[in-house]
């Protein structure tokens, strides 16, 4: 399982290595080109929040950690699929993002 990690003091965000993968492809992607966007997820963890979101800026630290030493293979169409969502709506809605079959 990786973690995301966001602004450095919030706890990480768990997401599956390969999922985390295409995200960091996404998400780097938007910030190169000077994109913010909001980010919102479900709490793996539980806790008093049952829906998280953030303003995904490029000045806030960003950290992807994985668990795999090896990179995981990318889908260039789930790519496509997340950016497309993304665009569209502004939000990068991390339930919606289905796992790799």
Known sequence: ???????GTSD???V???TLAHLKIVIGTKLRRQESFMMSWVPRE???NRRMS???HPA???Q???????PPAIDAHRIADIMHHVNASGELSLEHISPPA
């Open 54 to 56: 953030a303003w995904i």
């Open 46 to 48: 539980g806790g008093e």
């Open 1 to 7: 399982m990786g973690r995301l990690k966001y602004d």
């Open 16 to 18: 599956d290595d390969v």
């Open 64 to 70: 992807f950690g994985f668990d795999a030493e090896e």
């Open 12 to 14: 990480p965000i768990l």
């Open 60 to 62: 806030i630290p960003l």
